[in-house]
């Protein structure tokens, strides 16, 4: 198929190299234009503008920083709905504003088009290991048409509804992580205190009940001093506000999701925006304690 893909990241840049080693023609742009070297060099064709690149692909994927990057991508004269040719299928893989994808849905259904909004979680290691989780919103048909593009980048791929379901799913995801990343700084905290190796506690820890993605893959990085970000603390804060707002619009209060979004905030006024997520380990003086 003829693939384009807008917003080569840390994800980006390794689900496009999976798109292309499944064999298919893959088109990017990207703002950074460094950030698109690697699957340049590995055969992908560069478009100067989401205008140009939508005029070239059957199936575009969209994975950007915010919701105002992903409106801007979308609509207006030079955007991808305005661009695309009729049939074209649209898949947003950024975590934005659930409201956001059904609209993008809604003009996409009136210009012949089709949408998917398609949240992913695993991180940089998922993407590379081809792993990710993907949350779906859309059509069922075209969901299920997709399958095997997902397939080549994704390993837990589940349609949740309609347009703006795989959004919401994405922050129950993020809700989740928001309380476990809390839970994991407080447990090395401990470990620290009690005059324990933090490394032989996650030995044990993390094959019991306590076990999660962030104490295995997270927790080491933390004790290691490796803040290299696998996902941007500057993006979860994104996310979490999104959380928030949706919440609140529905009088439902959230005092774990809140606390670590303050955290994380605090984190990013003292410049540690561009770090990974794991970096909330600094607000703690890990290495002192």
């Not at 699957?39 to 199936?59: I, M, R, T, Y």
């Not at 347009?163 to 700084?185: D, E, F, P, R, Y």
């Not at 999104?242 to 410049?271: C, N």
Request: net charge negative; hydrophobic share 40%; with cysteine.
């Amino acid at each position: 198929m003829k693939i384009g893909f807008i917003g080569t990241g840390v994800m980006g840049n390794s689900i496009g190299r999976h798109l292309l080693e499944g064999g298919h023609e893959l088109s990017v742009f990207t703002r950074t234009a460094k950030k698109a070297e690697d699957l340049l060099e590995q055969g992908a064709s560069w478009k100067n503008n989401p205008k140009e690149l939508a005029e070239s692909a059957e199936v575009i994927f969209t994975m950007v920083g915010y919701p105002k990057d992903v409106q801007e991508i979308y609509f207006g004269e030079n955007g991808l709905l305005a661009n695309a040719a009729e049939g074209t299928v649209l898949i947003d893989l950024t975590t934005s504003q659930p409201k956001l994808a059904q609209e993008i849905a809604e003009a996409a259904r009136a210009k012949g088009l089709h949408a998917l909004d398609a949240p992913v979680s695993g991180g940089d290691i998922g993407a590379k290991n081809a792993v990710l989780s993907v949350m779906v919103g859309g059509e069922e048909d075209v969901f299920t048409r997709l399958l095997p593009l997902f397939r080549l980048f994704a390993g837990n791929i589940i349609l949740q509804g309609p347009a703006g379901s795989g959004q919401h799913t994405k922050m129950c995801n993020q809700i989740n992580i928001a309380n476990n990343m809390l839970g994991v700084c407080e447990s090395l905290i401990y470990a620290k205190k009690a005059g324990l190796d933090p490394e032989n506690v996650l030995r044990s820890i993390s094959a019991g009940a306590a076990g999660s993605w962030s104490l295995s893959n997270l927790a080491p990085k933390m004790i290691e001093g490796d803040f290299r970000p696998g996902f941007y603390i500057k993006h979860f804060i994104k996310d979490m506000k999104i959380a928030v707002e949706e919440s609140e619009r529905w009088g439902l209060d959230l005092p774990g999701l809140k606390l670590s979004l303050g955290i994380y905030e605090e984190l990013e006024r003292a410049g540690d925006g561009d770090l990974g997520t794991q970096a909330l380990i600094r607000h703690f003086d890990f290495a002192e304690k």
